[in-house]
């Protein structure tokens, strides 16, 4: 029979509790319903939101200056109820309209058909995995860092392909996994392409394309927001 230290079962306890609290963190996930059926449950809620709120005459402040086109003479703004005749009709007549009236819809629509033929075909795949793999030992962290970045055109798949085969690299190098998750989380977010900051940036100019008062502190989180992705270009 093999003695345990007292350390032994301290670690066991670790483990177990660690186990513990990854199992809920799963359980809590697989709880979240797939996003099509929270985007219908939004959409119903918002329906009857606007059916409850209309009954009460809830309203706001109409911004636009007086004389505008579509301002009330009152000079407010009230909920319309969605769920009768006029708010049905209202979601039907705009539906359209409000899809193609989405300013960077055309931009967005050409990179994913692009960038979802490379991931579904493999490409990305193939490419982030050349890229780690091949590289040397000394570049491995600037490699990983790189493709990180890079991965971010792809949406997800930077955590599905890039953060196991990453792991993979940095424990066969004796570096802990932490690192990984550090690493790549800082990195996500960053973009190196300029077409794609190009994208992220258009729907922040929307309310002042269309000639809307703002205040002053809107204007500054419209001006600093695409310069700090552009900042974070650089950076990373």
Request: hydrophobic fraction near 55%; charged fraction near 10%.
């Amino acid at each position: 029979m093999t003695l345990q230290s007292p350390n032994d079962f301290d670690q066991a306890g670790k483990t177990s509790h660690m186990q513990r609290f990854l199992k809920g963190v799963e359980w809590l996930g697989n709880l979240l319903p797939h996003p099509v059926v929270l985007f219908i449950w939004m959409s119903v809620i918002l329906l009857g939101l606007s059916a409850i709120l209309s009954a009460m005459d809830v309203a706001v402040i109409d911004p636009r200056p007086e004389g505008a086109k579509g301002r009330a003479e009152d000079g407010m703004i009230y909920v319309v109820n969605l769920l009768n005749g006029e708010g049905l009709a209202k979601i039907v007549e705009n539906l359209v309209k409000n899809f193609t009236g989405f300013v960077p819809l055309g931009t967005v629509l050409v990179a994913l058909l692009g960038v979802g033929i490379a991931e579904y075909s493999g490409m990305i795949s193939a490419a982030l995995r050349g890229m780690v793999m091949n590289a040397p030992k000394k570049m491995v962290t600037l490699v990983v860092v790189f493709a990180g970045i890079m991965s971010n055109t792809a949406a997800e798949l930077g955590y599905v392909v890039l953060i196991p085969l990453a792991a993979m690299i940095f424990h066969a190098l004796g570096r802990p996994l932490w690192q990984v998750w550090l690493l790549l989380l800082q990195v996500f977010q960053a973009v190196i392409v300029p077409i794609y900051c190009l994208v992220r940036s258009i729907h922040y100019y929307q309310v002042l394309a269309k000639k809307l008062p703002v205040s002053l502190t809107q204007i500054m989180w419209l001006v600093q927001k695409p310069i700090g992705i552009l900042w974070q270009s650089v950076l990373f």
